[in-house]
């Protein structure tokens, strides 16, 4: 028997893919005025994806053009992807610093969000182990 | 903790950002410096300095070590400053030939600085310098949000 629910599972999985965004536009704005580095970002919907899904079977991809599983969503893991096609001042950066404030803000919303449904779960387990005192 | 890794991110983008206020700054004071180094036994003007950025982490083995770690995923780092390079470019002439440092055509050789690029440095730097600021405090209010957790 497994007391604890299973929402709380996909939210861990939720909060930690949370946690590589921050770090991912952390990285970015630190590097907006690296000449070359091209913005990177999360494959966020496919973790949340993952985390709902709990598919059984996931295949190991080298390269994400390899074909899935028939019974595996389209993207597996959490991957972090790299922007190379636009390019926004002269010495080859993309870091766009408006979508990586708004992006900041958003997932900090996000992450507070399940934060506070984590806590709501385990309220309410910890009412049903007290017998609703 | 990757959290905390995120935290360090930010602070060498903090770190990169106040060393570039640094040498801006030290540019501004050295704008009318006449004789910065002995150089053949002749005093040269002072040269402008500027800074190199760089992704940190950058070497082929360490990004190769990253991607064989996370299968896949391109890593994620924060930046370092690679280089403190000098500014070539010629050195501005000021005919005065009273001057003890001017030359025998009566030219006085100062230093490169032009403060007008030096502004706009020190503003690009401060706006990075708050971006990365903004960022950390995002990190650190994620955290005590985590720390919230079952309590």
């Given amino acids: 028997m497994n007391i604890f629910p299973k929402s709380i599972d996909a939210m861990e999985q939720a909060l930690s893919a949370s946690t590589l965004k921050q770090r991912v536009h952390s990285a970015n704005i630190a590097n907006v005025d690296t000449p070359n580095y091209k913005s990177k970002k999360v494959d966020f919907q496919a973790a949340l994806d993952t985390a709902m899904n709990k598919q059984k079977l996931s295949s190991y991809k080298t390269d994400n053009r390899h074909l899935s599983f028939s019974n595996e969503s389209s993207i597996g893991t959490t991957r972090v992807l790299t922007n190379n096609s636009t390019q926004y001042s002269n010495n080859g950066n993309n870091v766009d610093m408006d979508v990586e404030m708004a992006e900041l803000a958003k997932n900090q919303l996000w992450y507070n969000a399940v934060t506070e449904r984590v806590n709501g779960k385990l309220n309410s387990l910890s009412s049903v182990i007290n017998g609703g005192r | ?151």
């Fill in chain 2, 1 to 151: 903790m990757s959290l905390f890794s995120g935290f360090n991110i930010s602070a060498s983008g903090l770190t990169a950002n106040r060393l570039r206020m640094d040498v801006v700054s030290a540019n501004i004071a050295n704008a009318n410096t006449n004789r910065a180094e002995l150089v053949d036994g002749e005093w040269m003007p002072y040269r402008r300095k500027t800074v190199e950025l760089s992704q940190s982490g950058s070497s082929p083995f360490a990004n190769q070590l990253q991607s064989a770690i996370h299968r896949g995923d391109t890593a994620v780092t924060g930046v370092k400053v690679s280089e403190i390079k000098e500014d070539q470019t010629p050195f501005t002439l000021r005919y005065d030939p009273e001057h003890p440092d001017a030359g025998e055509d009566g030219y006085v050789r100062s230093s490169n600085v032009d403060p007008l690029k030096e502004m706009v440095d020190l503003m690009s730097a401060t706006r990075s310098y708050e971006a990365n600021v903004t960022a950390l405090n995002a990190s650190k209010s994620m955290f005590m949000k985590a720390l919230e957790i079952g309590k």
